[in-house]
Each structure stands twice: as structure tokens, then as C-alpha cells.
């Protein structure tokens, strides 16, 4: 039964953990080793539960500064400081839960199940370019291929064509709507954020879907906040990774910058040139993901981390009301960029988008090809590594060296770090808010680096040291 395999890999994991295990069933789990940490180190601990801890109330606190100090983080620590304001009572002006909140809540996240299980992509059968439908993912830790409905751009399509229908024509609600319930929505979004992130930590133990790719480290905290089950489902289809990830959150991203924009329009009259290009440049990175979810796929989120609370709430709270700041601010403090100054942001945005889109075809094209094309006119160099999955197979994969991939290794996350920053850069430079963006993602990316590496390192070996020797910078050229 899957409770009873579930109980067989705690049970090896224990062994293991305790150093028992020998013989050709511990080759094997040693075999298994690359992917999420099997054991805790207390730093990462700590880091854990500091998260677990703080991070709901950055949310709340960064969305709290705009609905009651028009976005000034300054006046807001100031006036903590000379007693005027306190935790308890920011949090009594708050905005609580309404029932209104909770249907506009439930009905997204209802209709884009509805969308993502209900609706089989046609779109890559007429847009040229576009891989959508079933594909397969990568191979997982012990060993198997999934498959995957692939259905994103046409559910943002399909989203975004009713809503710009209801604002033109139907006139059901008004574009406002996100932002008029928006600190009620974040009570909403925090609550199915816990219960999904609690759920899959429940049937991880009870009924796993896969038990051979479950990690189970011996510590709660960090069971839960990084996740137990690498692919948890319902179903054959309802994968809780590429729904979570990809919506209701990213989704959502475009429709909530464009309520911002309608409420800044409703507000002032006009929108301001800075929301226009927030709303461009995020839209243009929102697209590109969908555009590209086949290709997402084989990416660290889907990949690597197992499915726990950093990716469940995060995907419901963190994504939503942080990554959209920008846009938020710029309804309390409407701001109207110079012409060099617009042109400016909209330069190093595009730019970082090349990089960023350029730096993924290269790797994409040169994996579907297995090194039989092209990368900036010439065939591509590459190192030639081998692993095993916890099955005991051995694999063979090649680690490019051509192209932005011979300038640093993680040349894509250089390009999305330029396109964070032309985001914060279109709210001007008064207040520190709309800057917690690029230094959150310039966290979280060189995180990742940190992170994917000590996972390449375990999971190639000697290869990975021939690799970091050819290509010795990680994100940034000549500096890091």
C-alpha cells in the first residue's frame, strides 16, 4: 500500500541517517542522494523556522506600509520608534476577512482548476513556436518521467480575454476589484496557502503519490516548509507543482498590475507612464513563462524542490502581493518618469529580458539537440557527465560551455536580476518599498546558485569540478 512504502522509505532513511546502511540497498539510497537535503544542518534549520515565522508578516507588513503610510517604510519604522504606532495597532486599522473576499477568492482559484483540468490546450495547434499539450518532464530522483498537461498560455489567454471583455463590455465587476479587497484577499490567499502547503504534508505520510521520491529528514519544520513529496497529484492530472507554481498566482500577476492601473486611473485621471511600463515589462515575463511552460519543466522548481510550504504558500501569498509592489506603489505615489528616464528602464528591461530568454533557448535547444546545433555560429563545447538515480540506472547528460553558458553559469538568472531591477527603477527614487524586489531576488537568486550547485556537485561528482574549472564565474562575469 502507500502508506506501507511511504513507512519502507522513512525506515531506509533512518538507516541511512544512522550510517547502517550496506551493501548494494545502501549503494543504492547512496545512488539516490542528489536533490533535496536528506539530513538538516541547524543553520539551515534556523533559516527554516525564522521563515516559517517572519515571512507572513513581511507580506503584512510591506502591504500594511502602503495601505497606511502611503508605502513609506521610513515614516512607519519611525513612528514604531517614537511610540506613535506599534505591531497591534497597525494591525487593528487593518482591513479584516470578508465574506465578498473569500467568493472573488474562491471563484478565481475554482476557475482556473476548471481551466487547468477541464480545458485540453489547443493553442499549439495554430500559434507556431509554441510547445503545449502532454509532454514529459524530467527524470525524477528515483528514476520516473511524468507527464504533464501543458495548458498555461491558453488559460492566461482565455483569463485575461474575459476580463478585458467584463471591463469593455459586460460590466460585471468593476477592474478595481482586486484592489478595493486586496488586504482582505491576502487573509484569503493565506489561508489556502496553509491548508494546501498542511494537506501535502499530510498525504506525504498517508497516501504519497510517488513514496520512492519522498524525502523525509527527520525534522518537522523542515519537512514542511521544503516538502516531502517531489510530485504530489491528485489524479492522473492535478500535478500541485505546475498548478501552484503556475497558478492561480502568475496568472493572477498581469490582472492584479491591471487593477492597479484601473485604480490609478479611477484615483487620478490618468495612468501614469512608470505603471505602463511596469505592467509591460512584468506582462512581458509573465508570457515568456507560459509561452514556455514545456521548458519550465525541466527547471529547479520542478526538478528539485519537493512540495511544502515554501512552495505552496509561497505560490498563493508571497508571489501575489510581493512580486506586484511595484504596481502598488505606484497607486499610492503616481509617479511620471522623464522621457530618458522612461526610455532608460524600458532599455534595461528588454535587455535583461534578452539575456534572460536568450540564455534559456540556448540551454533548451542545445539539450533537445543533444549538442547538434548551433550557438552563436559555431557547434557548442560541453562537458560530458554521468549519474545515477535511486533506481541504480546510470545516465550520461552534457553541461554546456558555449554561448552565455561559457560567460557564467547561471547567465539567465544575470538577465532576470536586470529586468527585477527596471521594475523597482520605474517607481523613481523616494522611498525603499518598491526596492525590496531586486534585493529579495538578488537573495534569492544567488540562493539558488548556491543551492543548484551543492545539488550538481553531489549529483555529478568529478564532472562538476571539470565544469566550475571551464566556467569558473557563477553569475556575474569577472566578479561572482
Not at 120 to 129: I, N, Q
Not at 371 to 382: A, D, E, L, V
Not at 413 to 432: I, N, R, V
Not at 452 to 463: A, F, G, I, P
Amino acid at each position: 500500500t502507500p502508506m506501507a512504502a511511504a513507512e519502507s522509505v522513512r525506515k531506509r532513511n533512518k538507516a541511512r541517517s544512522n550510517g547502517a546502511e550496506t551493501g548494494p540497498k545502501g549503494k543504492r539510497e547512496e545512488l539516490g542522494k542528489w536533490g533535496r537535503a536528506w539530513e538538516v544542518d541547524w543553520f539551515s534549520l534556523a533559516g527554516v523556522i525564522l521563515l516559517l515565522c517572519f515571512a507572513p508578516f513581511i507580506v503584512f507588513f510591506f502591504i500594511m506600509t502602503c495601505d497606511q503610510y502611503q508605502c513609506s517604510v521610513s515614516h512607519v519604522l519611525l513612528d514604531m520608534y517614537n511610540g506613535d504606532a506599534s505591531p497591534l495597532s497597525i494591525w487593528s486599522r487593518a482591513p479584516s476577512f470578508t465574506w465578498t473576499a473569500a467568493k472573488i477568492y474562491a471563484s478565481w482559484v475554482t476557475f482556473q482548476v476548471v481551466l487547468y483540468m477541464c480545458v485540453p490546450d489547443v493553442t499549439h495547434k495554430f500559434l507556431p513556436g509554441y510547445v503545449g499539450g502532454v509532454q514529459e518532464g524530467a527524470r525524477t530522483p528515483a528514476g520516473l518521467i511524468n507527464k504533464y498537461e501543458i495548458n498555461g498560455l491558453q488559460c492566461w489567454i482565455i483569463t485575461h480575454v474575459l476580463w478585458a471583455a467584463n471591463a469593455y463590455y459586460f460590466h460585471w465587476f468593476s477592474p478595481t476589484i482586486i484592489f478595493d479587497n486586496w488586504i482582505p484577499l491576502l487573509w484569503c490567499t493565506n489561508f489556502l496557502g496553509y491548508a494546501v502547503s498542511t494537506f501535502a504534508f499530510i498525504k506525504a505520510y498517508l497516501f504519497p503519490t510517488n513514496p520512492e521520491d519522498c524525502k523525509f529528514t527527520g525534522n518537522v519544520f523542515y519537512n514542511y516548509m521544503m516538502g516531502i513529496e517531489f510530485n504530489p497529484r491528485i489524479g492522473k492530472w492535478f500535478d500541485f507543482k505546475l498548478f501552484f507554481n503556475g497558478r492561480p498566482g502568475i496568472v493572477a500577476w498581469t490582472l492584479i498590475n491591471l487593477s492597479y492601473a484601473a485604480k490609478q486611473q479611477e484615483l487620478y485621471g490618468h495612468v501614469t507612464n512608470s505603471m505602463i511600463l511596469v505592467n509591460v515589462l512584468q506582462a512581458i515575463y509573465v508570457v515568456d513563462f507560459f509561452w514556455n511552460e514545456a521548458w519550465y519543466l525541466k527547471t529547479i522548481d520542478i526538478c528539485h524542490d519537493h512540495f511544502g510550504w515554501y512552495l505552496g504558500w509561497g505560490d498563493c501569498v508571497w508571489l501575489p502581493f510581493l512580486y506586484t509592489l511595484q504596481g502598488l506603489y505606484l497607486v499610492y505615489n503616481p509617479i511620471q518618469l522623464s522621457t530618458p528616464h522612461a526610455a532608460g528602464v524600458l532599455i534595461l528591461g528588454l535587455s535583461g529580458y534578452y539575456i534572460f530568454r536568450s540564455a534559456n533557448h540556448q540551454k533548451d535547444l542545445f539539450r533537445r539537440t543533444e549538442g547538434n546545433c548551433k550557438i552563436w555560429g559555431r557547434k557548442p563545447s560541453y562537458i560530458e557527465c554521468s549519474y545515477r538515480s535511486a533506481d541504480g540506472a546510470s545516465h550520461k547528460s552534457k553541461l554546456m560551455t558555449s554561448g552565455f553558458w561559457g560567460v557564467t553559469r547561471h547567465m539567465n538568472y544575470t538577465g532576470d536580476l536586470m529586468g527585477s531591477l527596471a521594475y523597482c527603477l520605474a517607481c523613481g527614487g523616494q522611498h525603499l518599498l518598491p526596492y525590496f524586489y531586486i534585493i529579495y531576488m538578488t537573495i534569492l537568486l544567488v540562493h539558488r546558485c548556491i543551492r543548484d550547485e551543492h545539488r550538481c556537485s553531489n549529483k555529478y561528482s568529478k564532472d562538476w569540478k571539470r565544469y566550475t574549472d571551464a566556467v569558473p564565474q557563477r553569475l556575474l562575469p569577472g566578479i561572482f
